[in-house]
């Protein structure tokens, strides 16, 4: 009998795993103990071996994919044994018993999907991040009909973090393109098909399945069907269609939700609508050839001021959405207050000016700011702290992020062991990270473990603001720009140069008291920052 194996939980925190590579494939003789995979967990990557002996089935995870402890990750058993029960998990099609549903539609989610010739490879969306859920293909490397060997780079895919390269863990003829450069999809989507070279595909494209139904059939069905509140694939799931409720015959407006949903956006009125599908439903066709009817007659339209209004839309890219659904969870996780303080920077004019005339040296405010929180962060380890569910961490290394604008939002590299380094060495780090940043080329790592944030917009002449914490990080502190103006001085009033700082504290891990002494160990560094020297 079939044993179907599932993800295992190869670490104590574990709770996903991927696959980094098969050492088996599917019509493989596998014994008790053989190694079928090794697993990339969160700790290390660790060969699984097998404790049943049999036939390699169906693989459930491919080469680079990611899935949850306790998830389908292989099926072993006799050469040729039925496995499809394992696989669908869900009632049969004949289960559909909806009166609405045409024979033809019916007929075409019953049909097969065409089985995969030998050597040929459906290459999915790959997770790149842990928090990746759909990719933008940022350009192809290859284009269909050219030689693919393992190890290639076939394309480079944005995520939410960064653009990376994707590299091909098969070797053949690229024999179809699924996405074109600057579209998206979700993770796991077809992106590509590699296989030898002259082999028909077009029907397996055609057939992808997502969660056993095509992309077509849910749309033939849904079609055919007035199922309320249906989602577009490939969130649409078998059962979507399944468990609908029969549509009743009271006499009500029938349209299917697609249409409904293009009215909704072409805000055309459903009642000015012809339907041409049965029974007069209205089908998406309806929608799309629809002319509405001008009736503002001459007399009226005179008084209408003359335009047109206009306006372009832009997809929001991957990093755009991380970044909204990041904030947005600190912003109403996190219990923000703020610490507003003002420095005197005339002594932090004149060093940087003197250390600036040594040889091939050049360090900016932003690069002491980094330098003097790193330093006062490990005397107040408490601002240096990161807040989780069931546990409050202090770190006693000092990682500071420093906030980069990009084209598409955001970025966070980070300065590792801050507080180790020299002014010029952090120059030299952020300096790199920036270019890099901007280039889109920043490595995942480089992005994460931040224990403090800096976010500077002192060069774009702001001079106050403030930030939204990136947590799990403790604090964020916001940095203005250097403004001269009148300052009292023994008694006098002269010109002086001022900037003003705000720093944003999760009062979950940051007491009020903690964070004003915070900032006034940093006052010391910043308005004498020769002490950062000593």
Request: hydrophobic share 40%; with cysteine; net charge negative.
């Amino acid at each position: 009998m079939a044993e179907v194996i599932n993800m295992p939980r190869l670490s104590d925190t574990m709770e996903e795993g991927t696959v980094a590579s098969w050492l088996k494939k599917v019509g493989d003789t596998v014994e008790e103990g053989d190694i079928l995979a090794e697993i990339e967990t969160d700790k290390a990557t660790m060969e699984f071996e097998s404790f049943y002996q049999g036939v390699l089935l169906h693989i459930g995870v491919a080469e680079g994919e990611t899935t949850k402890v306790d998830e389908l990750l292989a099926i072993i058993g006799e050469k040729g044994e039925d496995i499809s029960a394992f696989l669908e998990g869900t009632k049969p099609l004949e289960s559909l018993e909806n009166e609405v549903v045409s024979e033809e539609a019916v007929e075409e989610v019953k049909t097969d999907v065409a089985e995969i010739p030998e050597g040929v490879v459906m290459v999915t969306m790959p997770r790149l991040s842990d928090t990746m859920e759909e990719g933008t293909v940022a350009s192809w490397l290859k284009k269909v009909g050219d030689t693919v060997e393992e190890g290639d780079i076939l394309a480079e895919i944005e995520t939410d973090k960064a653009t990376m390269e994707f590299e091909s863990f098969q070797s053949g003829t690229l024999l179809h393109i699924g996405l074109e450069e600057g579209e998206s999809a979700k993770v796991d989507s077809l992106l590509a098909v590699i296989g030898p070279k002259g082999a028909e595909v077009s029907q397996l494209v055609t057939n992808f399945k997502v969660d056993g139904i095509t992309d077509s059939q849910v749309e033939t069905v849904a079609e055919t069907i007035d199922i309320p509140e249906i989602q577009t694939v490939p969130e649409v799931k078998k059962t979507d269609i399944q468990n609908m409720p029969k549509v009743n015959s009271s006499g009500r407006l029938f349209v299917s939700p697609l249409a409904k949903k293009l009215a909704e956006e072409k805000n055309i009125s459903l009642s000015q609508v012809q339907g041409s599908g049965e029974n007069g439903r209205i089908i998406k066709r309806d929608i799309e050839s629809f002319t509405p009817v001008a009736s503002t007659s001459a007399s009226v339209a005179k008084f209408i001021p003359v335009g047109q209004e206009d306006f372009d839309e832009i997809t929001n890219s991957n990093m755009r959405k991380a970044i909204a659904k990041n904030l947005v969870k600190s912003k109403f996780t996190a219990p923000h207050y703020y610490l507003n303080v003002e420095f005197d920077m005339d002594n932090a004019i004149a060093f940087r000016s003197q250390y600036n005339t040594l040889p091939e040296t050049k360090i900016s405010f932003n690069d002491m700011i980094v330098k003097a929180c790193a330093l006062a962060l490990k005397q107040h380890p408490q601002v240096n702290s990161q807040w989780f569910d069931d546990k409050m961490r202090m770190n006693n290394h000092v990682h500071i992020g420093v906030a980069v604008a990009v084209p598409d939002g955001l970025v966070v590299p980070v300065v590792r062991f801050a507080n180790e380094q020299s002014l010029p060495q952090i120059n030299i780090a952020v300096k790199d990270y920036a270019v890099r940043a901007r280039n889109k080329k920043l490595a995942l790592d480089e992005m994460e473990g931040s224990t403090f944030t800096i976010s500077n917009l002192g060069m774009f002449g702001i001079e106050s603001f403030t930030s939204i914490i990136n947590q799990p990080n403790s604090a964020i502190l916001s940095v203005g720009a250097i403004v001269q103006k009148p300052v009292v001085k023994d008694g006098q009033v002269i010109a002086g140069n001022t900037m003003k700082l705000s720093m944003a504290c999760d009062h979950r891990t940051v007491d009020g008291a903690t964070g004003a002494q915070f900032l006034q160990t940093l006052k010391g560094y910043i308005e004498n920052p020769v002490t950062m020297l000593i």
